[in-house]
């Protein structure tokens, strides 16, 4: 079982950037799909970005794409969301999650922390 941790949430203003860190214990992840979802206020959790264990491979929806970019540390066990040109439409709560290589679910998943964008 993978413990996943993220942190760098908070207040940001329209436009602004913030980075979100997850950092997973218990086992390594490198063999891991890492992703960040997100889950705004009476609404169903969202996909927003998901990362190969090659450190390369990466899609991301397209709500974000162009603005967020996800990128990882297997070394450091860890995988960065970084959101540029934030709106207040991204206010949510981010969660990362990892799934083993070839399964289809996420089976591991943080606690979540809070993005909140200002207009």
């Known amino acids: 079982q993978v413990q996943l941790i993220e942190s760098g949430g908070g207040l940001v203003q329209d436009g602004g950037s913030l980075r979100l860190s997850c950092t997973a214990s218990?086992?390594?992840?490198?063999?891991?799909?890492l992703g960040w979802f997100r889950q705004a206020p009476g609404k169903e959790r969202d996909f927003v970005a998901a990362?190969?264990?090659?450190?390369?491979?990466?899609t991301h929806a397209d709500s974000v794409k162009g603005r967020f970019t996800i990128s990882r540390d297997n070394a450091k066990n860890t995988v960065y969301l970084q959101m540029n040109r934030l709106k207040p439409e991204d206010t949510a709560v981010y969660y990362c999650a990892a799934k083993f290589r070839g399964t289809q679910e996420y089976t591991s998943w943080g606690q979540g922390t809070q993005v909140t964008v200002s207009s």
């Open positions: 990362i190969l264990y090659d450190a390369r491979t990466a």
């Open positions: 218990g086992r390594t992840v490198s063999n891991f799909v």
